[in-house]
């Protein structure tokens, strides 16, 4: 599968109001907060999408896969062994 044309953004989840972080989903590929990929804490959430950056994302930092991949591997989102 490729990746290409996928975007993620890192977010806090604290910094948002529940209406403001389904804008943000309604905007990406995860129907729902719920859905969410979180860090270990609960503190911060990743959202995607696919093609032009919608405007609600304007201005955050966008990650590609290989960021992500990154991100990822860190212990906030992984659990140790």
């Given at each position: 599968m490729s990746h290409d044309n996928r975007k993620w953004v890192i977010i806090t989840l604290a910094s948002y109001t529940t209406e403001q972080l389904e804008n943000l989903c309604a905007n990406a590929i995860q129907t729902s907060v719920s859905t969410l990929r979180k860090t270990l804490d609960g503190t911060k959430a990743i959202l995607k999408w696919d093609g032009n950056t919608p405007e609600v994302f304007d201005g955050m930092e966008t990650l590609n896969h290989s960021e992500i991949r990154i991100e990822l591997?860190?212990?906030?989102?992984?659990?140790?062994e």
């Open positions: 591997a860190k212990s906030t989102w992984t659990p140790s």
